[in-house]
């Protein structure tokens, strides 16, 4: 056991960009005060944190097979304490959560809840649990936005509904990879039922939704967001109907499609961030 693993368990990377999309959507909504844009910077990483370390809890089995360099295969965390850590985390999230407003707790406990029940139920019922996932991702926007108001609703949904299509997408593809590990594991997913190829197709009708839901902003945020965006649709669309020429799950893992799909995700959140102080400043 090291310290170092309970830091890598929660997937720092990972909850941090959702920590600052928050803090992003806050501004993006009208926010003004820092402060409360690290508030939430925080909240949704422990929070985020503590649902990466109940998912490794409960896919012992399947991470032995798929991902044994993880802390909890690997040794450097122990399983029981790893759910001690989950609720740590969890606790924190929801107790900073108490100083925002009654829009953003709801939010944190409503996904907390919904962050357990996937761990432990949903992950392994094909489809709904990838829908949780995307809605977990999209509702970061929606989070950062409702603590300058209700108001702010309208602003955030195209970006939340950006943000669902592309994980969706991205989380079917990475079930995809997992093929193997989630048979040996005992998981039911939806990769494992249409296969690769179907899966792939799936994948990038929904790419092509976020497309569609990404020029809304448009109208808002004027040519230069189109422009930039215009970009980073070309790049994720491109990744995404690689997957396409792909039989199975390991060629569609070493292709990294679904890390390249990240990246895009990055640069639409780098977007949105751009063009809010581009449009604020000049």
């Not at 039989?247 to 893992?253: D, I, N, P, T, V």
Request: glycine content about 10%.
């Amino acid at each position: 056991m090291s310290l170092s693993g309970y830091v890598k368990i929660i997937r720092p990377v990972n909850a941090g960009v959702s920590g600052i999309t928050a803090g992003v959507a806050y501004f993006i909504a009208g926010g003004t005060n820092p402060l409360y844009a690290v508030l939430l910077l925080f909240i949704v990483l422990v929070i985020c944190g503590a649902g990466n370390v109940l998912n490794d809890y409960f896919d012992l089995e399947i991470d032995k097979v798929n991902r044994p360099d993880r802390p909890i295969p690997s040794g450097q965390v122990a399983s029981k304490k790893a759910l001690l850590w989950a609720f740590t985390l969890f606790g924190a999230g929801i107790l900073a959560a108490c100083f925002t407003n009654f829009w953003c707790l709801g939010i944190a406990l409503i996904n907390t809840v919904i962050l357990i029940i996937y761990a432990a139920k949903f992950k392994g019922i094909p489809l709904l649990g990838n829908l949780c996932v995307a809605y977990l991702s999209g509702s970061i926007f929606l989070f950062g936005g409702l603590l300058v108001g209700p108001e702010s609703f309208l602003v955030m949904f195209p970006l939340f509904a950006i943000t669902f299509f592309g994980t969706l997408a991205r989380e079917l593809l990475k079930d995809a990879e997992d093929i193997e590990g989630d048979r040996a594991g005992g998981a039911r997913t939806l990769p494992m039922s249409i296969g690769v190829p179907g899966t792939s197709v799936l994948a990038v009708i929904l790419i092509i939704c976020a497309i569609l839901a990404s020029f809304v902003p448009y109208f808002t945020w004027g040519p230069l967001y189109l422009i930039l965006i215009s970009v980073v649709d070309v790049f994720i669309f491109l990744v995404t109907a690689k997957s396409l020429v792909f039989k199975s799950s390991g060629e569609l893992a070493a292709s990294k499609c679904t890390t390249y799909l990240k990246y895009g995700m990055f640069a639409a959140i780098f977007v949105f961030l751009l063009v809010y102080l581009v449009t604020s400043f000049l």
